[in-house]
Structure formats: structure tokens, C-alpha cells
């Protein structure tokens, strides 16, 4: 088989990869959800619109808090 240039980064980007140890890349991806439970929880809350009231921000904040923090739970076991 011919090899070209696309072999060599292909190759080159796997043997990167594979020298990031799994603790690492399992703390990276349990660090994600818990960056944006922190966002979720902390961001200032923009003024209601017309049409809307402050309550449905307020509850779309808990329900996007519990769901990361479910995120978090189930990955944090694996």
C-alpha cells in the first residue's frame, strides 16, 4: 500500500493520542460538566422579557443544574 501524507498524520495524531494516560482524559471529560454546572449556577440571569416571567428562568436554571449534576453522579461512577 502506497503511504502519503495523510498516513503520516493519521499516525502521528494516534501516537499523540495514546500518550495521554486515561486518568487524565477521564478527569477532562468528568471536568466538562461540571465547568458548565458551575456556569449554570453562577451566570447572571438577563431581565425577563415581556412575555416571560422571572420564574421560568429560574426553573430552567434548576433543571439544567440537576441534569448536569446527574451528569456528573453517572460519569463520576464509570
Request: positive net charge; proline residues 6%.
Amino acid at each position: 500500500m502506497k503511504t502519503t501524507i495523510l498516513h503520516s498524520v493519521g499516525d502521528f495524531l494516534r501516537d499523540v493520542m495514546a500518550a495521554i494516560p486515561l486518568d487524565v482524559v477521564g478527569w477532562l471529560f468528568l471536568s466538562l460538566p461540571l465547568l458548565l454546572l458551575a456556569w449554570v449556577l453562577f451566570a447572571k440571569i438577563a431581565p425577563a422579557e415581556p412575555g416571560t416571567s422571572p420564574r421560568q428562568s429560574r426553573w430552567l436554571r434548576i433543571g439544567a443544574a440537576i441534569a448536569l449534576g446527574i451528569q456528573v453522579l453517572v460519569y463520576g461512577l464509570l
